[in-house]
């Protein structure tokens, strides 16, 4: 054995046994089972000195995204899914045409000041 080198590859000086009598306390858990609209379940685990009111009702699935529930016989269903939307779009949700125009003029007549080729008005 080569000097300074491990009887046991991998462990540290003073390492004792590993066991689970030295990983500490271990809290008693719950598992709670969650349902989502495709049936899928995921179970998760809390404490089990936590108040039945303070554990989720709903969670996300995170095998579909959908929201999952404690009733497996009625999963919520899924929110409206609103569509992807622009820069442009929210924009336009904030602007009017007019103030659009205005912004666009104020802008054009910046950079052509700055290039030197704005007209008087």
Known sequence: MAAGGSAIR??????????????????????ISYWDALGNETVR???ANVPDDEIPATIDCP????PAG?????????????PYKTHLAYVKERRSDDEATELLDEALLQLRTRRGTATAE
């Open 10 to 31: 991998g462990s540290r000086v003073g390492s004792g046994p590993m066991g689970e009598q030295d990983r500490g306390f271990h809290a008693e858990r719950v598992q």
């Open 70 to 82: 404690r009733d497996q016989e009625n999963p919520p269903s899924a929110s409206k899914l609103e």
């Open 63 to 66: 095998s579909s995204g959908l």
């Open 45 to 47: 685990s809390f404490s």
